[in-house]
């Protein structure tokens, strides 16, 4: 084999690294392009959660406001069932004094009547008493 100036232009080193950097720079090149691919999916996958999750925690606050106004008007019915049998308690207590009250006095009106007859029988029973002027 002859070693001639064409040969040294034509060698195998040269011919495989220019191809080589080329190569690298379009690996370097789609790595790139798939890593700013695979970091666009995440933001996305990320926003997309974080809607989820805000989505989540608004129907999980509506839950405990519907929760809290539900609570309120049981606690609030309760109460004024409560209050409501109170003061039914308290007049039906009211009408059952006022009733016992009525037939003390209604007793207390037919002992002073028999008495009143009673004394009326016996002035009538004794002679006249004579009056001396």
């Known amino acids: 084999m002859t070693n001639t100036s064409s040969d040294s232009f034509i060698s195998p080193t040269p011919q495989t690294s220019l ?11 789609a790595k790139l392009d798939v890593q700013e691919q695979v970091a666009k999916v995440n933001d ?3 926003s997309i959660q974080s ?5 989540h925690e608004v129907k999980h606050q509506h839950f405990f406001v519907k929760l809290d106004a539900k609570s309120d008007y049981h606690r609030d019915a309760k109460k004024y069932e409560w209050l409501r049998d109170t003061r039914a308690h308290k007049s039906s207590q009211a009408a059952i004094n006022h009733q016992h009250h009525q037939e003390i006095l209604d007793k207390e009106a037919e002992t002073l009547r028999l008495k009143i007859q009673f004394h009326q029988m016996m002035q009538g029973s004794k002679p006249p008493a004579l009056h001396v002027e």
């Open 19 to 29: 191809p080589t950097s080329t190569e690298g720079s379009k690996k370097k090149k």
């Open 51 to 55: 809607s989820a999750v805000s989505c």
């Open 44 to 46: 996305e996958i990320e």
